[in-house]
């Protein structure tokens, strides 16, 4: 188990899912579903095949040796979770990206570090790692909390100037992004319920960092069929097809986000088979918190806080704070015995 070696590409991993969709704030020509068809295509198709063709031998045997059974749950679970992406995009364009990362990757990583841990870590963890996971749980939805009121604060006060850009209607956007952070875990649940795929290839001598890419084509296929019908719905209803041509930048910008984004869960697949027994809930965790530290910076560095008051600054900046004790004590329960 390399614990200083999972935690160290967590955050790498975290950093690339936060800036994700940093690349859509420069687009020119396309909409939102121009870029998200690609970006899906990218991130949930070609990107995870190739990963696992490059790097999984004897893949086809791997999934030929697997039950429908065995590959319905990660499917499914992905299914799920692509309904979740789909909002996931459209809440940040509608909160912004530090407040929507915020609110909905900070809801996913409760859920998501807490389902893996009781239904199938708890019976290793010794009673100081589940008091330390705990802890750091509950400091992280205090930082949570805290960056979601400062970012109500924040459109408050742009409302109130009647800032060009900023959505006023803040209850319904924040409404998607609630419901996005209630099945944005499922990802986590493709994963740590799609174990018997990485224990295929492992058998087959694979080792398991590189055995955990056989589970990503798998559950991202489910979660490929939302965000296709979704760009494809938007596309048709709005007769926006011919965006697409000329080319120009825009597609390799959305290609990026899904580089980005696919990078970053691949990498949060190896370092959670370094965390060791609690790698996909210590590990979900702290992707999670890196990626909203992520965001929120990315957001900071591109003025979505520019004309918000010192006082609610100060509110983000203590958020951001706890999270970073919550990666201290998270980090910590893989560690103490």
């Not at 319904?172 to 740590?192: D, K, R, T, W």
């Not at 027994?277 to 992707?287: E, I, K, P, R």
Request: charged residues 10%.
């Amino acid at each position: 188990m390399n614990v200083l070696g999972g935690v160290l590409l967590t955050m790498a991993a975290g950093t690339m899912a936060g800036n994700c969709l940093l690349p859509m704030k420069y687009l020119r020509r396309f909409a939102w579903e121009h870029a998200w068809l690609i970006f899906s295509l990218v991130s949930l198709v070609l990107l995870p095949w190739l990963f696992a063709l490059l790097w999984v031998t004897r893949l086809a045997e791997v999934y030929a040796a697997l039950t429908w059974r065995q590959v319905l749950a990660p499917a499914g679970f992905g299914f799920g979770w692509g309904f979740a992406q789909v909002l996931f995009g459209l809440s940040v364009a509608r909160l912004g990206l530090a407040l929507g990362y915020a609110i909905i990757v900070g809801l996913g990583a409760v859920l998501g570090t807490l389902v893996p841990f009781f239904f199938q870590s708890r019976e290793t963890a010794a009673g100081g790692q589940a008091a330390l996971l705990l802890s750091g749980v509950a400091v992280m939805v205090a930082g949570i909390a805290l960056s979601a009121w400062a970012g109500q604060r924040r459109d408050a006060h742009a409302a109130a100037q009647a800032q060009p850009g900023v959505s006023g209607n803040y209850a319904s956007a924040l409404g998607l992004a609630i419901l996005c952070g209630l099945l944005a875990p499922m990802l986590n649940y493709s994963f740590a319920f799609g174990r018997d795929i990485a224990d295929a290839a492992a058998r087959l001598g694979n080792p398991d960092a590189r055995a955990a890419y056989a589970v990503w084509p798998v559950a991202l296929a489910g979660g490929f069929l939302p965000n296709l019908g979704y760009s494809v719905y938007l596309l048709s209803a709005r007769r926006t097809w011919d965006r697409f041509s000329p080319p120009g930048r825009d597609p390799g910008l959305a290609a990026l986000m899904g580089a980005l984004w696919m990078v970053s869960v691949a990498s949060y697949g190896v370092a959670a088979s370094w965390l060791g027994s609690l790698g996909t809930s210590v590990g979900w965790a702290l992707f999670q918190i890196f990626m909203i530290m992520t965001a929120n910076v990315s957001g900071r560095l591109t003025g979505e806080w520019r004309n918000a008051p010192r006082a609610t600054r100060d509110l983000f900046w203590l958020g951001f704070g706890l999270l970073a004790v919550a990666t201290v004590l998270i980090s910590s329960a893989n560690v103490i015995r």
